[in-house]
């Protein structure tokens, strides 16, 4: 990765914040010059410059001990969709690193690596959830390939979203994922599949494992009345923007080999406010906009980076269309 220092001081009253950017493939970006702003928590805009490379270190920023060491940092490039990140929290001596996607606003999904048999060598555990209901491993792969054409591959997206996103969620045994047995493919119905959420069958234990990791400040209580049907819904706590939603349906039940599974609805809202989420998201929601996967695939990704956890990697790909 190329790599720029701007004016890096490493007395003990100053701190840097390094900023790293990258394309919707996951890589650094280099598609022409980045426009990189930081403003200090008091407002003030520190830097506003265009700079030629994918890393850039800001050096000798005022550390105040207070609010104003929530720094906000913007990047800007031709062609792209803004990204930012919001508080980057400074101390006196030392360098936050700040990585940061910009997606082409014109763009499409990149499913090279998520076609059914690149997904199954890579990822058997989807391999074995994907095939679930299916007669065969012919009809679970058609039924899976289906989706890349259904709303422009929107719906197949959201899905990868989501199971990475669970895969991700650490409960007090295993994952979110581990207690999904069955994913409802419904195209229509109160259980169809969309860009902002899937219905699967769970294992009943999933909600008690999540009332355990919410013990543990990993899950918050959610509200559910959004959510025709729900019996309880529980938000991740973990990240400031993308969190994963696991909203459960207790009195909708289904034998799914042999066992008793509840219904689950997963989804990720891009707010962790819930003032925020439904005041910008559920309202949007109302006219006909729903939750965009590129914007989860995007926020998710450089939330994790910011939370120090492996790199959230859903398969695809969002690359310039």
């Not at 022409?32 to 407002?43: C, E, K, P, V, Y």
């Not at 209901?133 to 792969?141: E, I, P, R, V, W």
């Not at 929107?154 to 991700?168: H, T």
């Not at 509840?262 to 989420?277: S, V, W």
């Amino acid at each position: 990765m190329s790599l720029a220092v701007s004016g890096l001081n490493t007395g003990l009253s100053t701190g840097a914040i390094t900023v790293n950017i990258f394309d919707g493939t996951r890589k650094p970006f280099s598609d022409g010059q980045l426009l990189i702003t930081l403003r200090d928590g008091n407002q003030n805009q520190v830097s506003r410059k265009y700079h030629d490379h994918a890393s850039v270190t800001f050096g000798g920023l005022s550390v105040f001990q207070n609010l104003g060491d929530n720094y906000a940092v913007i990047a800007s490039a031709e062609g792209c969709k803004d990204s930012g990140f919001y508080p980057v929290k400074i101390s006196a001596g030392e360098n936050r690193i700040v990585d940061l996607m910009l997606l082409p606003s014109s763009n499409a999904f990149n499913f090279a690596k998520a076609t059914w048999q690149p997904l199954c060598a890579s990822r058997p555990k989807l391999k074995i959830l994907f095939s679930a209901g299916a007669s065969d491993d012919a009809a679970a792969g058609n039924r899976y390939s289906d989706l890349m054409d259904y709303e422009s591959g929107g719906v197949l997206a959201c899905l990868l979203n989501l199971v990475a996103a669970m895969d991700q969620s650490l409960l007090p045994q295993g994952t979110a994922l581990d207690y999904v047995k069955q994913v409802a493919w419904d195209r229509t119905g109160s259980h169809a599949m969309a860009r902002d959420r899937f219905f699967a069958w769970a294992d009943p234990a999933l909600v008690k494992q999540v009332e355990l990791a919410k013990q543990h400040g990993a899950f918050v209580d959610a509200p559910f009345l959004l959510h025709p049907g729900a019996t309880k819904s529980y938000k991740q706590n973990e990240f400031g923007e993308a969190n994963l939603q696991l909203t459960f349906h207790e009195n909708d039940r289904q034998l799914i080999n042999g066992q008793t599974c509840i219904l689950a609805e997963p989804d990720i809202d891009y707010y962790k406010d819930a003032g925020a989420h439904l005041l910008l998201e559920v309202l949007v929601n109302q006219f006909g906009s729903l939750t965009d996967p590129r914007t989860v695939y995007c926020l998710r990704w450089i939330a994790g980076r910011q939370a120090g956890i492996p790199e959230f990697d859903p398969v695809y790909t969002i690359e310039k269309a």
